[in-house]
């Protein structure tokens, strides 16, 4: 059974910062593309982040651009977002999803497995 599982969110001020984790049983994340969204109250899921297979190569949505960073573990099968300058308007749940689909990967339905989200909420 696959599973993908988010931690890390919680509570920050504006100005500070977040890491994400996601931890992947049942797959092998750095056989498949990883993707990293968020779905804001009344929005569509956003994307964030698109990882490719092997991890060496990233785009990110230009919102977060220089702002958030994925990096991977293969020997923990695990994704991370270190989130940096946080905003506001990066309050949302946030989800790591992995597909079998090419990098990069911008669409929600380009992903076949998601977590269950974590929440991050930034104040101003």
């Known amino acids: 059974q696959v599973q993908l599982v988010e931690s890390g969110g919680g509570l920050v001020q504006a100005g500070g910062s977040l890491r994400l984790s996601c931890a992947a049983s049942g797959l092998t994340l750095s056989t498949y593309t990883k993707g990293w969204f968020r779905q804001a109250p009344g929005k569509e899921r956003e994307f964030v982040a698109s990882?490719?297979?092997?991890?060496?190569?990233?785009t990110y949505a230009d919102s977060v651009k220089d702002r958030f960073t994925s990096a991977r573990d293969n020997a923990k099968n695990a994704v991370y977002l270190q989130m940096n300058s946080l905003k506001p308007e990066d309050t949302a749940v946030y989800y790591c999803?992995?597909?079998?689909?090419?990098?990069?990967?911008?669409?929600?339905?380009?992903?076949?497995?998601w977590g269950q989200g974590t929440q991050v909420t930034v104040s101003s």
């Open positions: 990882i490719s297979r092997s991890g060496s190569s990233t």
């Open positions: 999803a992995a597909g079998s689909t090419r990098w990069p990967a911008g669409r929600p339905n380009e992903y076949d497995y």
